[in-house]
């Protein structure tokens, strides 16, 4: 299994990239959105891969984050939903907008993909829902610079201690998910309430998300 892919561009496609990494070239099948953000050819570059095997098919898809992954991954159990489905959700939505859609209960949202009708629409949403807090509970993975080893770093180099990142949107979502479970919130709710507040906050951190979830999931007078 490919798990991963880190080389140089060498060419983009409407829907895909084509990845060298030392001297073999990689057919690679990317959303919209991704291929949106890719550098020009000959930048470095790293993508996380799933493999798709059928008998006549070998067909890898690539994706900037593990979450991305996993939500493609997820997106495939449906049925109906295809890898060319899948790649056309995240392509509109991306990861975080898959996890809100899913979470509210938005199944028009998930139908703005092309190809997508509204029963395969409403299909994800309802089949998905009770397991978007597990995707959702595992934050976002940023990736790293790719560290191609034909490019390597003079001996001589002084190493840099790199500043620590600033937690990411996944992240708060994933901890403010974590901290209304420990206190007794089921899953679905949970899920919705944070995504609603990240829909409204989305710079919002920990602290805000669960302190406004809170408020939403408060009984009602």
């Known amino acids: 299994m490919i798990g991963r892919i880190a080389g140089r561009l060498d060419y983009r496609g409407t829907d895909h990239v084509l990845i060298d990494v030392r001297g073999v070239g990689y057919i ?25 095997v059928r008998e006549d098919l070998l067909q890898l898809y690539g994706f900037p ?5 996993e939500w493609h991954r997820l997106l495939m159990t449906v049925q109906g939903v295809g890898a060319r489905a899948s790649m ?3 392509g509109v939505l991306g990861a975080e907008g898959v996890s809100r859609a899913i979470a509210l209960g938005d199944a028009r949202s998930v139908q703005a993909a092309p190809g997508v009708g ?15 807090p597990t995707v959702m509970a595992m934050g976002g993975v940023e990736n790293e610079p790719p560290v191609l080893e034909d490019d390597p ?21 994933a901890d403010a998910l974590s ?5 007794g919130y089921g899953p679905a709710d949970a899920a919705a309430a944070v995504a609603e507040t990240v829909a409204e906050m989305p710079e919002a951190d920990t602290a ?14």
Request: hydrophobic share 45%; no cysteine.
């Open 28 to 52: 690679v099948y990317v959303s919209d959105r991704t291929l949106a953000s890719m550098p020009g050819p000959g930048e470095a570059v790293a993508l996380y891969t799933d493999l798709l």
């Open 88 to 90: 056309a959700i995240l």
């Open 65 to 69: 984050t593990l979450l991305e992954k």
């Open 179 to 183: 901290a209304l479970a420990n206190l």
């Open 153 to 173: 770093a003079p001996a001589t180099a002084p190493k840099r201690r790199s500043p620590p990142k600033p937690p990411t949107r996944a992240a708060n979502t």
């Open 208 to 221: 805000t998300l669960i302190r406004m979830s809170l408020r939403r999931l408060a009984p009602k007078d």
């Open 118 to 132: 509204p029963k395969i629409a409403q299909r994800v949403v309802l089949e998905l829902k009770a397991k978007a």
